[in-house]
């Protein structure tokens, strides 16, 4: 019995270790897994455009590459028009933090910045120093956001607990933004 608890204890060990797995930091790989869920369903504007998207984007045990192409297109970068593959992580992400607030499927996204070229990168980081010139929004890692009537220091401290990537909360503007990179926060400049 006792050599059983050890090696039930090992294996236990090496489970949760897993998730904090420092090998994939940066690689735009979930240290944590997604919220095991049959199916994934998101809601998604576009405030400025009013562009809406609420769909099923994983069932069936995977990815649905129609519906991916779909976000990709809402959160192209909206100056250059430019669409890139976004990592479907990132909606995961979300996905688990609506989970984790409490708030039914249907609520719903504001994205305010998904993908950006490099050019409209080194715009943006030359005239706001919130933005970093290495950012992870030209990867399709990363997603400035809001949910209306949610306060968004409430939606960064879920995120922090959620150990996936990089999270910060912009008082100025109550949004969030969360990536896939390394683990970290910062504050608005």
């Not at 949760?16 to 790989?29: E, H, N, R, V």
């Not at 593959?85 to 607030?101: A, G, H, K, S």
């Amino acid at each position: 019995m006792k050599r059983f608890l050890s090696i039930f204890f090992v294996f236990a060990l090496a489970a949760c270790s897993s998730y904090a797995d420092p090998t994939l930091i940066g690689t735009g790989m979930s240290k944590t897994a997604p919220d095991p869920l049959p199916s994934r369903f998101i809601s998604m504007v576009y405030p400025a455009s009013d562009e809406k998207l609420d769909v099923v984007y994983f069932h069936n045990g995977g990815y649905d590459p129609k519906v991916m192409h779909a976000i990709d297109h809402l959160f192209r970068d909206h100056r250059e028009g430019v669409v890139a593959p976004i990592d479907p992580e990132l909606i995961d992400f979300l996905v688990d933090i609506r989970t984790r607030l409490g708030l039914p499927p249907s609520v719903t996204f504001e994205i305010l910045d998904g993908y950006r070229t490099p050019e409209s990168n080194a715009f943006f980081s030359k005239h706001n120093g919130n933005v970093a010139i290495e950012s992870l929004h030209v990867r399709g890692w990363a997603v400035d956001f809001r949910i209306p009537g949610v306060d968004g220091r409430a939606i960064c401290e879920i995120a922090k607990t959620m150990q996936r990537g990089g999270v910060a909360f912009y008082p100025t503007s109550n949004h969030v933004h969360v990536d896939l990179g390394n683990i970290r926060t910062w504050h608005e400049k």
